[in-house]
């Protein structure tokens, strides 16, 4: 079974910086596209990132582009998020996906 599991999230101030894992099993880790969803109280979910094994890909949602980084290390079978100057609009529950794999999100919230 695929197993996801995102962890890293906690309160950050704005302007501040995270990073968030995603630990994958159950499938094999050389040939995968690993998406990074956010959903905010009220809001509908939104995908922000996605990195492809297959080419090298990496997509960015308009408004977390120059700001996040996806990444990922086939050794430790993890894709990474790297937040930096976080907004208070970036504040939701994230969640990583395989496929029509979801794991457990994990919560950021930017306030001051």
């Known amino acids: 079974d695929v197993q996801l599991q995102a962890c890293g999230g906690g309160l950050v101030q704005p302007g501040g910086s995270l990073r968030l894992s995603c630990a994958a099993s159950?499938?094999?880790?050389?040939?995968?596209?690993i998406g990074w969803f956010r959903q905010a109280p009220g809001k509908e979910r939104e995908g922000i990132s996605c990195i492809s094994s297959s080419d090298g890909s990496r997509y960015y949602e308009d408004s977390v582009r120059g700001r996040f980084t996806i990444s990922s290390d086939s050794a430790k079978n993890t894709v990474y998020l790297q937040m930096n100057s976080l907004k208070p609009e970036d504040t939701g529950m994230y969640y990583c996906?395989?496929?029509?794999?979801r794991g457990q999100g994990t919560q950021v919230t930017v306030s001051s």
């Open positions: 159950g499938f094999t880790f050389d040939d995968y596209t």
């Open positions: 996906t395989h496929g029509t794999s």
